[in-house]
């Protein structure tokens, strides 16, 4: 454990403990002053371990980090927490590591051990890196209510009920199935988000609200996919194999959707909040209704969607689906 000690001005001098993975030699010296009105930091760390991202320019990292400081000149009552789980840190991998380590803990899953394995997957694997950049920049570009990059990793649930999936699927990937299984329960008990560690997700989703959201162990899920809170990709029998839906790239799935059974939702669709789900759906239509019927096809809507406009992106919930008439 390596000791970091704050140093207050005019103010009694605080201490804490912060994990060290046992494959770094880091050292960190944090230094925090507070002056009235403002409020200044200097953080020196030395680190034998660097991430892909930690040696070019990370902007999101950099952003972050000041939104952080910023945040705390402003709410001293969170100056604290944001230099523990922010600004003490060298890079985006290690503050989410020691973040979800805390979240995840019980008294029998010690938040140490977490962070080891949390810290270290993030720095073994290139595409989890880039994907949780993608992630944080899909919640902030098609979220209006999140109102920063700090603020989406630190309070979006379903944010970091993704990154802690990516590492049970890594886990899963690598044979380490009790592993994998033990850390889905605890996110599932944790976030309310219920994820098989078998399910594959792609970069740059949102899981919005995500408070009910239940995906099936053989589930794909592409890039730039946009999913809101009691959704559910489940199976349709107990039988093995392929049983999960495969949803494309920029699709758009609203709150309280079922889609069920081995299906394909192609590239740019969307579908209806509260439908259910058990046929294919065309890329660039729209399903709605129990059981779902398919828009915009065969020039059987009012309106066409264009390719270019990915609903997961714009967060249209409503266009075509005015349109229906039941």
């Known amino acids: 454990m390596t000791t970091h000690t704050l140093a207050l001005r005019d103010c009694s001098y605080l201490s804490f403990q912060l994990p060290s993975s046992s494959r770094s030699r880091g050292r960190s010296l944090f230094n925090l002053t507070f002056r009235k009105p403002r409020l200044s930091a200097s953080v020196s760390h030395a680190s034998k371990n660097h991430s892909l991202h930690a040696r070019q320019v990370d902007h999101i990292w950099e952003e972050l980090r000041r939104e952080a400081l910023e945040q705390s000149e402003h709410e001293p009552y969170l100056a604290s927490y944001l230099y523990a789980t922010v600004l003490v840190h060298p890079s985006l991998e290690r503050s989410l590591a020691f973040h979800l380590a805390n979240k995840l803990a019980n008294p029998t899953l010690l938040s140490s051990q977490l962070f080891t394995l949390f810290w270290e997957t993030f720095l073994e694997d290139p595409y989890i890196q880039e994907a949780l950049r993608a992630d ?146 065309p890329p660039h239509t729209t399903a709605v209704g129990v059981p779902a019927k398919i828009l915009g096809h065969d020039g059987k809507s009012v309106a066409t969607a264009v390719k270019d406009e990915l609903p997961a992106l714009s967060m249209d919930h409503t266009s075509l689906i005015l349109d229906y008439i039941i």
């Open 136 to 281: 944080i920049e899909a919640f902030k570009e098609r979220d209006p209510a999140c109102m920063s990059y700090v603020h989406g990793m630190l309070n979006y649930k379903g944010f970091l009920a993704c990154e802690a999936h990516r590492i049970s699927h890594r886990l899963w990937g690598q044979g380490r199935f009790a592993l994998a299984i033990a850390l889905q329960n605890r996110i599932s008990e944790v976030f309310h988000v219920d994820i098989h560690p078998g399910a594959q997700i792609g970069k740059g989703v949102l899981f919005d609200h995500a408070t009910g959201v239940v995906i099936g162990e053989t589930a794909i899920i592409g890039d730039n996919v946009s999913m809101l809170h009691h959704v559910t990709l489940g199976g349709t029998g107990n039988f093995s194999g392929d049983r999960h839906p495969r949803i494309g790239d920029g699709v758009l799935i609203g709150a309280g959707a079922i889609l069920l059974g081995s299906i394909t939702v192609g590239d740019g669709a969307k579908v209806g909040a509260c439908s259910l789900v058990l046929i294919d759906v």
